[in-house]
């Protein structure tokens, strides 16, 4: 999915892509973490990497409604 996505955006004329790194998602419990399925990080950047594109990752524990929605999208 993410690889059109960000193919669209580069053709539209976009050369930044900024997302949130939803840190709880990759740090299930203190010291245990977790990068495959949806929370592959590596590969996202190489997907950006490779369109050549700028990336922005947001790290944090905080999120604010996209977190909702990206559970809500997951789970169809």
Known sequence: MWSGLV???KEGGIDVIETYVFW???ELSPGNYYFGGWYDLLKFVKIVQ????YLI???GPFVVAEWNF???????
């Open 24 to 26: 709880n998602g990759h």
């Open 70 to 76: 990206s559970i809500t999208c997951r789970s169809s």
């Open 50 to 53: 490779q369109d050549g594109m």
């Open 57 to 59: 990752l947001r790290f």
């Open 7 to 9: 193919k669209t955006a």
